[in-house]
């Protein structure tokens, strides 16, 4: 395992626990169709990207959940969310990142999110 790859899974541990790890590396080992999927991810997404210098979990996290909620990817908005609750993101923040793409994403993107959210923070308490 390269470094790269060790340092994402580290990231992914921190931000989504023992668990996302030890699925993530059971599906890169099994021959389930696309099972590396979520190795390259941990790979470049993590390993890269989130580890990066230049912004922190918290802020990475803000821009990530934009991001995914303009290309109304609500799988990963799934996980997205708890991981910015996990890196210091408010849920009044979160509302205003939701309020804050309708205006550049469009209502029903955002209208996507918000019950996203709301799942994720009633789980949360």
Known sequence: MNDVLKMGY??????LGPE??????AAADSDEFGGEIGELAVQYAFGTLWSREGLGRRER???TLGILIALRATEELHYHFPIALKNGVTRKELEEVVYHASGYAGFPAAASARQIARQILDKAG
């Open 10 to 15: 580290e990231v992914v541990n921190d931000m």
């Open 61 to 63: 996290s803000l821009v």
């Open 20 to 25: 996302a790890v030890a699925g993530m590396k």
